[in-house]
């Protein structure tokens, strides 16, 4: 992200008062590799491709990671292949499969609803959003790995074939911060769920699944934690064979309310609308109280649903918030992305 010091000091202020038209961030500033060359994203499921690529395969195969021993067939088996341990405990000759070498495929869904057209910070939650497609994209990019997007907007489901290598790359990322703005109060005809089941079934090869949104549905003001959202189910049913990153995109003026005197508090996909004064601590309070609620909800549906978490803010740096996830992602990958028993990987 840009220093503070090179943004354009209206930018937040047009982002609140004014009709987003253009990207907030441009595609330039979306190639971090410097930040992200030590980084590697790790993948904790087994894969089933048919290219050859740097990750585990799900079946046996041509490949350099050791599989299970069997026993050694004349004529049929390389004798370079013989696993000597095995035939020394058993006293029979054993030879030892291979797991084949595949490509990875990552798909991400992108929610572009009117509520993400929203930021304070000079950057709007939408645009934020790539950014982090666009890093995570960087981090899983090896050889054959293939990169797919789904844009989410109220009329529909935009999709964006899956391709291999950085100019690909780069080419979803620009249709992406190029697609239109989503009016506010435009009627939805789809949602999150209905979104996450639809890459569930168009999309079954084994890899991992990126859902970028700010998790909140309209119209939903449930608050207990023990009260699933929608789109619970369906994501727990994607990580059941998926690895599934869920970024949740937020602005601090959701986290905190502002001491701004009296304004005017609309919801871009609703109705709603009402005047707040903000000067009053005992209303400040109880919004915040509010939101702390609604974002624990949606922390705990998230790990219900065996996804990883990632939090971005408007006013932090993306790749330093990503880098620090990745770090201690690898230590809790396998267990968080461990199948329900009785299922296979």
């Known amino acids: 992200m840009a220093p503070r010091d090179q943004r354009d000091p209206t930018a937040a202020l047009r982002s609140v008062v004014e009709v987003p038209r253009a990207a907030t961030i441009p595609l330039s500033q979306l190639s971090p590799e410097a930040a992200l060359r030590r980084l590697e994203l790790t993948i904790a499921r087994r894969l089933d491709g048919f290219l050859h690529g740097d990750h585990l395969g799900l079946l046996p195969g041509a490949g350099s990671e050791n599989n299970d021993a069997r026993v050694y067939q004349p004529g049929q088996d390389d004798v370079r292949r ?165 970024i949740e995109v937020v602005d601090p003026r959701e986290l905190e309310f502002p001491n701004v005197g009296e304004v005017l508090i609309r919801d871009p996909e609703t109705a709603f609308e009402r005047y707040v004064n903000t000067s009053d601590a005992a209303a400040r309070a109880r919004v915040n109280a509010v939101a702390r609620a609604q974002r624990e909800r949606i922390r705990v549906a998230l790990r219900r649903a065996g996804a990883g978490h990632i939090q971005l803010r408007t006013d932090s740096d993306w790749v330093a918030d990503i880098s620090r996830f990745v770090l201690s992602y690898r230590k809790v990958a396998s267990m968080l992305h461990a199948p329900p028993r009785g299922v296979a990987r």
């Open 82 to 246: 013989m696993d000597w341990a095995v035939t020394a405990r058993t006293t029979n000759p054993h030879v030892r499969d291979t797991i084949a070498d595949r490509e990875l495929e990552i798909w991400a869904l992108l929610d572009a609803f009117p509520k993400m057209n929203w930021g304070t910070a000079g950057v709007t939650k939408r645009d934020l959003g790539i950014a982090a497609i666009a890093t995570i994209g960087f981090l899983g990019q090896r050889v054959g790995d293939r990169f797919g997007g789904v844009i989410l907007r109220p009329d529909g489901l935009r999709r964006l074939p899956a391709r291999a290598g950085r100019t690909a790359l780069y080419g979803l990322l620009r249709r992406m911060l190029t697609d239109p703005i989503v009016p506010d109060r435009t009627p939805a005809r789809t949602s999150l769920a209905e979104a996450i089941e639809n890459l569930n079934r168009t999309e079954r090869r084994r890899g991992v699944r990126v859902i970028v949104s700010d998790f909140q549905t309209a119209g939903d003001t449930e608050l207990s934690a023990d009260v699933p959202p929608e789109w619970e189910r369906p994501l727990r049913t994607m990580a059941t064979h998926q690895q599934v990153l869920a």
